[in-house]
């Protein structure tokens, strides 16, 4: 669903967790190498998808030499948590990641993690479905109050 108009997302007062991941083919032709890695990621998510008290919120992902996953997180406990807990499909995958590829450059992996805040971080949507932190967290119809990024981003101090 399309919310025309312009809106944006409000974190909870507690903040949250934008974590970005994703993998690049430097070697296309060893679909050896690369495969077990593609096919991981699907296992994880899924995983998350069947327990939401892990902390996952969701996410969206692109495709193309270098992948990525933008994802979002309650915490940034919730994320280190899931990583390494050896319930969790990360850990025995990343292993074998290690295992299999290591140093070798054929598959790069890559991630970044930003612990973000209500007054740190704004965001705004025109014409769009609930995207990104608006869906993650709370979406909102801009207002008098949030038409501007200096609004959005008031109690961060100045801009």
Same mark, same amino acid.
């Given at each position: ?90 850990? &025995? %995958?990343?292993? /074998?990641?290690?295992? #299999?590829? @290591? ?9 970044? =993690? ?7 971080? &704004? %965001?705004?949507? /025109?014409?769009?479905? #609930?995207? @990104? ?9 801009? =207002? ?11 109690? /961060?101090?100045?801009?």
């Amino acid at each position: 669903m399309v919310f025309d108009g312009r809106w944006t997302a409000r974190l909870p007062e507690e903040g949250g967790v934008v974590f970005l991941i994703g993998m690049r083919f430097n070697k296309w032709w060893r679909v050896d190498k690369w495969l077990p890695v593609v096919r991981a990621m699907p296992r994880m998510l899924m995983h998350l998808g069947k327990h939401p008290e892990l902390g996952f919120l969701g996410g969206q992902s692109w495709f193309g030499r270098t992948t990525i996953l933008v994802s979002y997180w309650r915490s940034a406990d919730d994320l280190i948590d899931f990583a390494s807990a050896r319930s969790a499909p990360h850990l &025995e %995958a990343w292993k /074998a990641y290690n295992r #299999a590829v @290591g140093a070798d450059g054929t598959v790069g992996v890559w991630h970044e =993690t930003y612990v973000v805040r209500p007054g740190q971080a &704004e %965001a705004v949507y /025109a014409n769009m479905p #609930a995207f @990104g932190l608006g869906q993650a967290y709370a979406h909102e119809q801009i =207002t008098k109050d949030s038409n501007n990024s200096r609004k959005r981003l008031a109690t /961060a101090g100045p801009v």
